[in-house]
């Protein structure tokens, strides 16, 4: 099995009202997609990074400005993370949803949170 990441950064413009009080702890957050294939495609890869960039838009333009998803949702980093995978399902271009096996995030260096994909 091969597997292969791509970590983003993304800085909120604004956070939930009480963010300190409910679980986030940091202004800047490292969102880290995970896939994993059995085999490799052509040149021998799992999957090309730049496929990858429609996240990197959607979190700069989406979650990086105020009054957008992030101030909507609970907050919590397992929270955040359910909503990314969702969201890379969705929204990455085929087979990438497929290979798709995790999603972390985090908000320093030696916390983070994920969500997997649910065992068939």
């Known amino acids: ?60 333009a989406g979650l990086a400005q105020p009054s957008t998803a992030l101030a909507e949702m609970s907050s919590t980093y397992e929270h955040l993370a359910r909503h990314l995978f969702a969201w890379c399902v969705e929204n990455l271009p085929l087979p990438l949803p497929e290979l798709l096996t995790e999603v972390r995030v985090s908000g320093t260096p030696t916390a983070w949170a994920s969500y997997h994909r649910p065992s068939s």
């Open 1 to 60: 099995m091969y597997t292969i990441g791509r970590t983003f950064t993304f800085s909120p413009a604004s956070l939930p009202d009480g963010y300190q009080k409910t679980g986030w702890i940091s202004n800047t957050f490292a969102v880290e997609v995970i896939l994993r294939s059995e085999q490799l495609e052509p040149p021998g890869l799992v999957a090309d990074f730049t496929e990858l960039a429609v996240l990197g838009g959607y979190l700069d």
